[in-house]
């Protein structure tokens, strides 16, 4: 059996000013540093044998986190664990997006549309895919043992969303919390999710910055 521990990246300030963000690279915000470091806490009992991380910035960061109060847990990048694509609204202020592609941002907010792609960008049906055969290959590689990954919350939301029968539409409904923490196993040819979204550890104020809005 193969335990996969899934955790969510920290904020970054790009999160905190409605900024849309796939494969735009942005650092942690120091709150988000603060969440990596409740996160690695929250861990530290736990036995992980492997790391992996998506190669973006954010994800980086909150793993060496968690890695440096470890001996010898050395940061895998996967290209597999990366954000959702968003092609000509990368990087742009969801405002301005709205503002600029108003009927594409409508589109991309319809829970009826299982599918959908900003133009450049990737679409939903094939960042589920590389996500899952980058698990696939990570379970294939680990057959025992625990393997710690920290990716997105478009990935994570898309492959929790197939996982429950749902539509590709509805990944937003089953995004994780920044920084939390989610178990799945692998056993019997099969991936079980055990926990969800566990946010216990970030009880202590660090759920939300101060400035961000309800």
């Known amino acids: 059996m193969t335990t996969l521990i899934f955790v969510r990246h ?7 000013n409605y900024t849309l963000i796939g494969h735009t690279d942005p650092p942690l915000h120091e709150f988000g540093v603060l969440q990596a470091k409740a996160v690695a806490s ?19 960061q909150t793993a060496s986190v968690i890695a440096e109060r470890r001996r010898n847990l050395e940061i895998n990048t996967c290209t597999a ?3 959702i694509h968003l092609g000509i609204v990368d990087g742009m202020s969801s405002f301005l997006a709205y503002e600029r592609y108003k009927s594409l ?18 679409s939903r049906s094939a960042a589920l895919r590389r996500f899952q055969q980058g698990l696939d290959s990570l379970v294939a590689k680990h057959k025992e043992g625990t393997v710690c990954i920290v990716t997105h919350g478009g990935p994570l939301g898309l492959w929790l969303a197939d996982y429950h029968g749902d ?3 509805r990944f937003r409904h089953w995004q994780p919390h920044h920084a939390s923490i989610a178990r799945v196993t692998y056993r019997d040819r099969r991936f079980h999710v055990d926990t969800l979204d566990s946010t216990d550890h970030l009880s202590n104020g660090l759920m939300k910055p101060p400035s961000q809005p309800s």
């Open 81 to 83: 664990l990366s954000e």
């Open 167 to 169: 539509p590709l539409g």
């Open 42 to 60: 929250a861990l530290q009992n736990v036995s992980i044998d492997c790391l992996y991380s998506s190669p973006l910035k954010r994800c980086l």
């Open 105 to 122: 941002m409508d589109a991309a907010l319809d829970d009826s549309l299982s599918d959908f792609q900003f133009p450049s960008g990737e």
């Open 10 to 16: 920290g904020v970054t300030a790009e999160n905190l």
